[in-house]
């Protein structure tokens, strides 16, 4: 037995069937969770990193777009130009 760290809801979770890293979902609260330990398990609040740097990364090149004046369309056009 494993305890939720958002809602302290008891979760059932046999160790053999989990490595550290594992993603589970609480389904008392839907919170979304890490294993961080086997032995005992042990579990804390998976984060979103991955999700916000993606997200970021497609701001600043909207934002490189924009101050350069360049259409998304009008950029993959000069990129064929070259291939030719």
Known sequence: MATCPECD???EVDEYDVDKGDLLSCPEC???L???GIA?????????DDDDDDDEEEE??????DELGIEEDEET????????
Do not use: F, Y
Not at 77 to 84: C, T
């Open 30 to 32: 839907g919170s979304s």
């Open 34 to 36: 890490e294993v961080t």
């Open 77 to 84: 056009e000069e990129e064929e130009d070259w291939d030719e």
């Open 9 to 11: 809801a008891e979760i």
């Open 60 to 65: 600043e090149e909207e934002a490189e777009v």
């Open 40 to 48: 005992p398990i042990e579990l804390d609040i998976a984060g979103d």
